[in-house]
């Protein structure tokens, strides 16, 4: 069984494969971002950058393939990529399923952000032993993530989701302590690597 992990854990790392789910995670964002595009278009342009945040989600975690196709770390956007993957991953999943159970029905491209957001999350939690990032990376992830959630649901510029609307405040609070299961789990995964080497001192 260990040496079936540990050949997992070198396949992914396979540069080849990495470059793979460099393009998939690329697509991914670009198609995210079309996706918001009419949100983007009503929204406050101080706001922009905190509405998209499946996307940029995966693009963090594009910038951290690329990085390590390359032999390059960057400590920050690897927790960055790892927190927000995770969080916006299974809030995506759940805000479908809560859709199916409000309508009935969700569609193919339903189902589909529910594969595709769970792959996310999944992807994210893969990789683990292949972090590199320390507690101040998780602290400055903390803080973005935390202050998102302020954008999204103190300023009003969480994704839509128009049969969800009147449950707002319960998605918030629910949003609120995923963000801080994600940041938790992060920390936990700097004391679970910290024994292993860094290649670029980076945060």
């Known amino acids: 069984m260990l040496s079936f992990a540990i050949k997992i854990s070198t396949w992914l790392m396979y540069r ?18 079309i996706w918001y595009g009419w949100q983007l ?3 406050d342009p101080i706001f922009l950058v905190f509405v998209p945040d499946s996307p940029t989600a995966s693009l963090f975690f594009t910038i951290v393939l690329g990085l390590w196709i390359f ?11 790892f927190v927000t993957l995770i969080k916006y991953g299974l809030w995506a999943v759940v805000m479908n399923l809560l859709t199916l159970w409000e309508t009935g029905s969700i569609g193919w491209v339903g189902w589909m952000l529910v594969g595709s957001h769970f792959a996310m999350a999944l992807q994210a939690i893969l990789y683990i032993e292949h972090y590199r990032f320390g507690w101040l990376s998780v602290a400055l992830t903390a803080i973005w993530t ?25 998605i918030g609070y629910f949003t609120f302590w995923l963000s801080i299961v994600c940041v938790g789990f992060a920390f936990y ?8 080497s860094i290649s670029v001192d980076q945060y």
């Open 146 to 170: 935390l202050h998102n959630d302020v954008i999204d649901y103190v300023f009003g510029q969480m994704p839509i989701y128009s049969r969800l609307s009147e449950y707002s405040s319960q």
């Open 189 to 196: 995964v700097t004391h679970l690597n910290k024994s292993q």
């Open 41 to 43: 278009k009503i929204t």
């Open 71 to 81: 032999g390059k770390r960057n400590r920050l956007i690897e927790a960055l990529a």
């Open 16 to 33: 080849p494969f990495l470059i793979l789910l460099f393009v998939v995670n690329l697509a991914g964002s670009i198609y995210g971002y």
